[in-house]
């Protein structure tokens, strides 16, 4: 079996030994004679699977008592709109933090609910850095302060999560959930579709506080009411199984490997060996501010756009598979979430090295 290094910012990789696992029960899960996907979501197996998977990411990310965890779909977009749906309890005003695209939409869309304050933007240096936010800058009086923990497109994360005071915080936590240590009770919520860094894409992960389920008002439908999910155990209609029992595996595993301070380690390790050759290379260079560097999607550029075409098309070739660019900013990017190797990191850079001797112009970067 010939699998390659896979760098999509998503679907992306998942761990070599989950996918084996599900293989070995694909057809008969735990004695059942029937496959995950054939299981009633009310079964004594299918509880199990849902029940196992909230209490291992509830160990994992060490999530207090007074939080939710629930499983829904529509994707991360889908909470651009439940969000503001839900949380626009009081002021309906809202402060939005805008550092790439996904802020942009989540912006857009809860523009359509309330009042949406832009309190930070990095869009005056193409979204290349995080901007400072202090306490001053937000309206006390807002229902909820938006950040995008990390954005997957242009490369960036927050080092520090901005203290927001008594206004709670929301989170798109979708590219860089389980990839270092977060306090989760400094949020007020999390969000994340699940397809990086948590299993197959169908799958919403939702963390919530309590207090903040129940403000949605009458004319928000049942399935885009946080309270719908909570009250049923995410089990108001059909859930995504298939999906759920894939995220348990993928916690087993983290906890297996030491948990998220065992991720987090390997992370700055696999991201360090790029970020390092990034920096001593002549033809590779890396667009983002070096204190705002994302562990997860590390975009970089060559001196032209042929150059970088044609380091896709080869790096292609030797099994590292979608290295090219997001359309909207162009060169390359490696997304190098949770399951990707230290050794396919390794690979990327050994090839880089030999692609920069072979096309070198002497121009430098
Ligand atoms: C991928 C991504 C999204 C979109 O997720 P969907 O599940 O496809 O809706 C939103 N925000 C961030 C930060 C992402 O990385």
Redesign the pocket.
């Known amino acids: 079996m010939t699998r390659v290094y896979n760098f999509s910012a ?1 679907p992306s990789m998942l761990p070599l030994e989950v996918l084996e696992k599900a293989q070995s029960e694909l057809t008969n899960y735990a004695g059942s004679g029937m496959s995950v996907m054939e299981l009633s979501h009310r079964s004594k197996w299918f509880t199990d699977i849902i029940e196992t998977a909230e209490a291992v990411l509830r160990k994992l990310m060490n999530i207090p008592d007074n939080y939710k965890v629930l499983f829904i779909q529509g ?4 909470q651009f709109a439940m969000v503001p749906m839900n949380l626009f309890g009081g002021s309906k005003k809202a402060d939005y933090v805008n550092t790439g695209s ?1 802020s942009k939409k989540a912006i857009k869309e809860a523009k359509k609910y309330g009042e949406v304050r832009v309190i930070a933007s990095s869009e005056d240096k193409n979204f290349s850095y995080i901007p400072e936010i202090t306490a001053d800058m937000i309206d006390p009086e807002a229902d909820y302060v938006h950040i ?1 923990t ?3 497109i242009e490369g960036t994360v927050f080092n520090k999560i901005p203290d927001t005071g008594n206004v709670p915080l929301v989170a ?1 936590m ?2 860089n959930i389980l990839s270092e240590e977060f306090d989760v009770s400094k949020f007020g919520l999390i969000y994340a ?1 699940a ?2 860094n948590i299993g197959p ?1 169908g799958l ?1 992960l939702v963390i919530i506080r309590d207090d903040l389920i129940g403000k949605a008002g009458e004319s928000v439908p049942v399935m885009l009411d946080y309270k719908t999910h909570s009250e049923s155990g995410s089990l108001y209609n059909t859930p995504p199984t298939f999906g759920i029992y894939m995220a348990k595996l993928v916690f087993e595993w983290l906890k297996e490997l030491g948990g998220i301070v065992a991720m987090e380690k390997i992370n700055r390790e696999k991201a360090g060996l790029l970020y390092d050759f990034l920096e001593e290379s002549s033809m590779f260079s890396s667009p983002v501010q070096k204190e705002d560097r994302s562990l997860m999607n590390i975009p970089f550029v060559s001196p032209s756009d042929e150059l970088d075409a044609l380091f896709v098309k080869e790096a292609k070739a030797a099994g590292l598979e979608t290295l090219k660019g997001h359309r909207s900013v162009g060169g390359m990017r490696a997304s190098v979430y949770n399951a990707m190797p230290v050794d396919g990191v390794k690979a990327l850079v050994a090839f880089m090295k030999e692609f920069e001797q072979t096309h070198s112009t002497g121009e430098g970067k």
């Open positions: 998503g994707g991360a977009s889908q996904w995008t990390n954005n997957t798109d979708s590219s579709g397809q990086k894409a919403t």
